[in-house]
């Protein structure tokens, strides 16, 4: 309202009216991941979310880093995207590197004159390095039928993480492989892999692969 100084004055003259909208403070985000441990080249899931505060809508902000002080100083974004609250924003991330990596959000809203934004906690994933397929062999490679042949692992598979699984797996000429049978199936580590009597096949040419499965 403006009033003037003159010895009568009229009614005070009256602005229109302009609104401020005050939302509650910006909650901070929470963050969990449901792949705390993968192979390298895998893809690490996490879920950002947030229940109340702040002015619709949000940007969340991923990051990650080798150290757990330094999440959003000194870490790498990974990715970024909007979302709203109650709804949990998914990230699915593939680039993370070999060893212990440490993944936090950041959350900012819209409002005219934000504050710094919010920051989660942080979740944790561990990365091995990726899967490598042994090397195996056949010996003999040429029998009669009712002889009898030994498959074995000449170079044990290697990386990964552990607990790992083993089958071997067989195809007659050009035929899909398929199980070689339970008996063939046993728990394996990089540094002690079986070594299995094929038994009597039928007449033609046998290939055998030995599959290997981690806990990735």
């Known amino acids: 309202t403006v009033t003037d100084m003159t010895n009568s004055p009229e009614s005070a003259s009256t602005t229109s009216a302009s609104q401020i909208t005050v939302n509650p403070a910006l909650a901070a985000p929470s963050i969990s991941t449901t792949t705390p441990t993968i192979d390298s080249g895998q893809t690490a899931s996490f879920s950002v979310s947030w229940t109340s505060g702040g002015t619709s809508p949000f940007t969340v902000t ?8 330094s999440c959003t100083t000194l870490g790498s974004q990974i990715d970024q995207k909007t979302g709203q609250s109650g709804s949990p924003v998914s990230f699915s991330e593939s680039g993370l590197t070999t060893g212990t990596d440490y993944v936090c959000a950041t959350l900012k809203d819209s409002a005219t004159s934000p504050e710094t934004a919010t920051t989660s906690t942080l979740a944790i994933v561990t990365v091995n390095s990726a899967l490598v397929a042994p090397v195996i062999s056949v010996a003999p490679t040429a029998i009669d039928d009712g002889q009898s042949s030994t498959l074995s692992t000449t170079t044990p598979f290697s990386g990964g ?9 067989e195809a007659l000429g050009a035929g899909s492989y398929s199980d070689l049978g339970s008996s063939f199936t046993t728990g394996c580590t990089t540094s002690s892999n079986p070594t299995i009597p094929t038994g009597a096949m039928t007449t033609g040419t046998w290939h055998f692969e030995l599959q290997v499965t981690d806990s990735g």
């Open 62 to 69: 991923l990051y990650y880093s080798s150290s757990s002080s």
């Open 161 to 169: 993480t552990s607990t790992y699984t083993c089958q071997w797996l």
